[in-house]
């Protein structure tokens, strides 16, 4: 075989490429990637990747390690859980996003057969559950309807769920914890309220549900999985807190008929049975390999222990963003999630806006990742924040990185918050919809210095404050095409 290039010199093309990229070890990226920082562990995933490389998750029954791997993962979530309860079977998904959608899937398949009706259901959801919710939604075809949460605490309250039921609500979804502000929203509450009118509750703890188990103080707080009667499915993503590999997460059901509902099956077409529990065909199975490795390797005391580093870290992150004037930690987090807002309660000139901390903080090398501020549909006000995802690494660099973020809101104390500009606004408010070409918007986005094919012109902050004040449909098409000339 004669090569176009040798593997070294495109290896070391690969190197080059990712220099670009923002560092996935040492605790200075707070968002995406969970460090567990243990260089072992990273060797077996990556061995036990290599050994299954070759492996199609497409059909387990000729490659039966397939189906074991993923009876171990399951088996392991359902210990985690699902403690003592019965019949509790599940799947292993690509991640977070996919099992989302395959809960709703599932709920969706059950409505239908339970009512005999084909039209679209509702599936509810707190303002703060996960955007994966609002993608299955609109790739599924169900009416979304989005509850305020409590503005102070950020959780979805039960009596507002309690009003919200009729029988076209397929599923109602509880985050444990919320992604936005780590906020565990009342789960037995909301389930007991369903239950008593029939309707499943999912979980949503694609990202809580490796660590809250292990929290400090988890045994005195009330359950949340599917020990709890009403919760009919828990998600759980293993490439977060199982430390594994992206492509890996775990979906639960209490009940096999729904769970089946998850699955597609044709036999419609001259080819191979296709029998698939989750929405790819041929599929790697080098991020269940890894994952499963991983989890066999640490077991249930390694996440322990690995959360106790973790509690302790976010500890000391949340205790000095409360010694900063100027900011304050937005509700009441249980978990790795903090999110940071500016604290209402100081002078204005003493307010720290949490964009321009987060841009202040990028500057000094920690990347944060800020939020946009929303209005809730009653009216309320979830506020601009910024996220930081505390992961094992970070009890290491803990001292380093609260230093820095009392640096980072000096340098931004009294600055005003970013605003979009007022010409801007106007511009993208005149756009009807189905002007929004590729080109039009590309003109949109080249007057506030994003030009085609560029990266970003400014601060996050700036970018942040246009999403915020755009109307939804043309922030999110705009959005579509910065990426889309950026991957150009
Ligand atoms: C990350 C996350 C998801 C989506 O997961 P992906 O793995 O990114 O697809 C869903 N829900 C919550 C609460 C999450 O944190």
Known sequence: MIFERTPAEVLARLDEMREAD????GGRLLSYVYDPDIAELQEVAAEAARKTQALNGLDPTTFPSVAAMERDLVA??????ADGVPDVVGSVTSGGTESCMLAVKSARDTWRAATGRSDRPTLLIGST???AFIKAAHYLDLNLRVLPVDPDTCRLRAEDVAASLDGAVALVVVSTPSYPHGA???VAEIAETCAGRGVPVHVDGCIGAWVLPWWPGAEERPAWDLRVPGVESISVDLHKYGYAPKGV??????DRDRHRRQWFATSAWPGYAVVNPTILGSRSVMPLAAGWTVSQTLGRSGFAELTQQIARATEQVHKAIYSIEGLRVVGDPIGPLLAVAADPEVAPERQVDPHRWADAAKDLGWTLQPQPG?????GTTLPRTTHLTVTPVTEKV??????????AADSARGMPGAQAPADFVAAAGQIRMDDLTSENCAAVLAMVGMEPGGGLAGPMSEVLALIE????????????EFLARFME
Request: proline share 8%.
């Open 129 to 131: 559950a996960h955007a």
């Open 398 to 407: 803990s001292v380093e990185l609260c230093d820095a973020l009392a640096v």
């Open 469 to 480: 004040a755009l109307p939804e449909p043309v922030a999110e098409r705009l959005l579509i």
């Open 374 to 378: 929303r209005t809730q549909s009653d």
């Open 249 to 254: 997460s775990v979906l639960l059901y209490r």
């Open 184 to 186: 565990v929203d009342p």
């Open 22 to 25: 923002a560092p996935t070890e």
């Open 76 to 81: 392991l979530a359902r210990d985690v859980l």
